[in-house]
């Protein structure tokens, strides 16, 4: 099981990218998805998260409006699509995927954003949002 993660990069304050996520090993209909980031000196923290399972997603407060996860099963790819960025959403991305409690996993899609049972990580990919 791997996750494999591209995208990101630099862009002006307004701008928009997307971060992609390609899973291997397993179906993402099965797993919650999830996107977290640390954004330097900070801790990392749950900014998206997905279960087609359950049928619901969840944002950050910060990111609510702006960011969207989504999937394209066919691909095997979960996106970021993170819109009108702002500098403070500079930080590392991470995708991460863990299966939920009907398969034996531990990995559920709530308001708080946790990593509980998130036990697939990507490598990384830095979003730096400047002038």
């Known amino acids: 099981l791997q996750l494999v993660q591209s995208g990101g990069g630099s862009v002006q304050p307004g701008g928009s990218l997307r971060l992609s996520c390609v899973a291997s090993?397993?179906?993402?209909?099965?797993?919650?998805l999830g996107w977290f980031r640390q954004a330097p000196g900070k801790e990392r923290e749950g900014v998206s998260c997905?279960?087609?399972?359950?049928?619901?997603?969840h944002y950050a407060r910060s990111v609510k409006g702006r960011f969207t996860i989504t999937k394209d099963n066919a691909r095997k790819t979960f996106y970021l699509e993170m819109n009108s960025l702002t500098p403070e959403d500079t930080a590392v991305y991470y995708c991460?995927?863990?299966?939920?409690?009907?398969?034996?996993?531990?990995?559920?899609?709530?308001?708080?954003?946790?990593?509980?049972?998130?036990?697939?990580w990507g490598n990384g990919t830095l979003v730096t949002v400047s002038l």
């Open positions: 991460a995927a863990g299966s939920i409690p009907p398969l034996g996993g531990q990995a559920m899609c709530t308001g708080d954003l946790g990593d509980v049972g998130m036990d697939y």
């Open positions: 090993g397993f179906s993402l209909n099965d797993y919650t």
């Open positions: 997905s279960s087609h399972a359950y049928g619901i997603s």
